[in-house]
């Protein structure tokens, strides 16, 4: 069982720049691949971003393509997506998730865990 707690979420104008953070519990961190996924109310969650195991490759979503960064590290059990240049548009509730394999995904029925979410709130 892995648990995930999201974290750095906020209030921010546009074109400024968040960390979050994402901590998972469970010796098992390394071997699974991990995404960042959001979602605004009423609609469908969207994906974001994903990467492999090991931090060696990674995925993006169109939309936030060349302006968020997935990252993670395996020592410290925590994931990353930092996210420059925010547009209003990016506003959600934002999630992250474990998957029980070691290559990344982009779909979220392929993910086995999620955290609560923290809230990005991007004004113009």
């Known amino acids: 069982q892995v648990q995930l707690v999201e974290s750095g979420g906020g209030l921010v104008q546009a074109g400024g720049s968040l960390r979050l953070s994402c901590a998972a519990s469970?010796?098992?961190?390394?071997?699974?691949?991990m995404g960042w996924f959001r979602q605004v109310p009423g609609k469908e969650r969207d994906f974001v971003a994903t990467?492999?195991?090991?931090?060696?490759?990674?995925y993006y979503a169109d939309s936030v393509k060349g302006r968020f960064t997935i990252s993670r590290d395996n020592a410290k059990n925590t994931l990353y997506l930092q996210m420059n240049n925010l547009k209003p548009e990016d506003t959600a509730v934002y999630f992250c998730?474990?998957?029980?394999?070691?290559?990344?995904?982009?779909?979220?029925?392929?993910?086995?865990?999620w955290g609560q979410g923290t809230q990005v709130t991007v004004h113009s």
């Open positions: 998730a474990a998957r029980r394999q070691t290559d990344w995904s982009r779909k979220g029925l392929e993910y086995n865990y």
């Open positions: 990467i492999n195991w090991i931090g060696s490759s990674t």
């Open positions: 469970g010796r098992t961190f390394i071997t699974y691949a």
